[in-house]
């Protein structure tokens, strides 16, 4: 059974960093794109991330870029997001998730990069990140 279980999550200050790992059984990551989403409360599911299964290719929004870094390693069929000064609004919980397919979905609007949910069809259940001092 195809599974992807986040974890890592918890809270962190202002300004600090946090490592969150997706972990996928019952299938091989390797060559599947994996993107990371959060849903913060009251607000619609975003897209914060997205690593390729072939070359590796990564993609941002503008609201994370040059502080989310997605890695994966295949060794441990697992997928991370490296969050570094971390903001209040970047609290949410936040989900892993695969299309099964090499490349990542996203699109670019007004040369923004955005990541649909639509996009993805396996979903992991999601892990609260809170950034409060």
């Known amino acids: 059974q195809l599974q992807l279980v986040e974890s890592g999550g918890g809270l962190v200050q202002p300004g600090g960093s946090l490592r969150i790992s997706c972990a996928a059984s019952?299938?091989?990551?390797?060559?599947?794109?994996v993107a990371w989403f959060r849903q913060a409360p009251g607000k619609e599911r975003e897209g914060v991330s997205c690593?390729?299964?072939?070359?590796?290719?990564?993609y941002y929004p503008d609201s994370v870029k040059g502080r989310f870094t997605i890695s994966r390693d295949n060794a441990k069929n697992t997928v991370y997001l490296q969050m570094n000064s971390l903001k209040s609004e970047d609290t949410g919980v936040y989900y892993c998730?695969?299309?099964?397919?090499?490349?990542?979905?996203?699109?670019?609007?007004?040369?923004?990069?955005?990541?649909?949910?639509?996009?993805?069809?396996?979903w992991g259940q999601g892990i609260q990140v809170t950034v409060s001092s």
């Open positions: 998730a695969t299309n099964l397919d090499r490349f990542c979905s996203w699109r670019s609007e007004r040369r923004r990069v955005t990541i649909p949910t639509w996009g993805y069809d396996y």
């Open positions: 690593i390729s299964g072939s070359e590796g290719s990564t």
């Open positions: 019952g299938f091989t990551l390797d060559t599947y794109a």
